[in-house]
């Protein structure tokens, strides 16, 4: 080989090489979670209104936290219907291995019906989606959060996304309302929009809050 031609032959490896390890960056977004569950989105929403721990994470489009239709994970379950992550945790973790997802931000609950959790996620590549849950408590198995949402198109990265949130029944109690005695379902059934009369106004579904990720310089 030429001096010329192995010159050139070692640019292009240093070009890919700087290509590769720039789209291997991490790239880190703020996220802001804004919860209400009161007068202002809900009929009749206890005086005791909270919400559970909070567990978010990154992950590749090979894993799904929850889909509508699709039945809950023993994990979501636990969340939905005691606030507990612990089971989601360990379930994560097997993800983590098989390269699926990254592991967990878990935050503290909130007394009262509005909250605000506010956290920083790392997002490659590969790991483009962000999922994340929290119990609407006290109730059967009620939840907000999202799945899958991705902070990326094919060519770049959203500099800020928001998204609503809605409240979801996980299909592991039948519990009408949110005083209602314990009642698992067995065997679960589906993950699915929370319909209950207290969310519907004239309007439609209300939501009960909204998630913003805003990208770092």
């Known amino acids: 080989m030429t001096k010329k031609l ?3 032959f070692l640019a292009v490896l240093v070009l890919i090489a700087g290509t590769g390890n720039a789209a291997a960056q991490d790239v880190i977004y703020d996220v802001r979670v804004i919860l209400n569950w009161s007068e202002d ?6 005086t005791d209104a ?3 721990r909070l567990i978010a994470f990154a992950h590749s489009k090979r894993y799904s936290l929850f889909t ?3 039945t809950a994970s023993s994990g979501l379950a636990l969340v939905a ?25 878990v935050l503290p609950g909130t007394p009262g ?3 605000e959790f506010v956290f920083e996620l790392a997002l490659s590549e590969r790991f483009h989606r962000v999922s994340f849950a929290t119990m609407l408590a006290p109730s059967p198995d009620w939840f907000s959060g999202i799945s ?12 800020e996304l928001s998204h609503p949130l809605w409240v ?3 299909g592991a109690d039948g519990g009408p309302d949110y005083n209602s005695a314990n009642d698992p379902t067995q065997p679960r059934q589906s993950v699915r929009l929370l319909a209950h009369p207290d969310f519907l106004r004239a309007s439609g579904l209300q939501p009960v809050g909204e998630v913003v990720f805003t990208r770092r310089p």
């Not at 989105?41 to 206890?46: D, G, K, Q, R």
């Not at 005691?82 to 967990?104: D, H, I, K, W, Y």
């Open 6 to 8: 192995l010159t050139g």
């Open 41 to 46: 989105t809900a009929l009749n929403p206890p």
């Open 50 to 52: 909270h919400w559970s």
């Open 68 to 70: 509508d239709g699709d």
């Open 81 to 105: 219907t005691n606030g507990r992550t612990n089971v989601l945790e360990a379930e994560l973790s097997e993800a983590s291995r098989r390269n699926r997802a990254r592991a967990p931000v």
């Open 113 to 115: 019906g509005r909250a």
């Open 148 to 159: 899958g949402v991705s902070l990326r198109n094919e060519t770049e990265w959203f500099d």
């Open 168 to 170: 979801w029944d996980a």
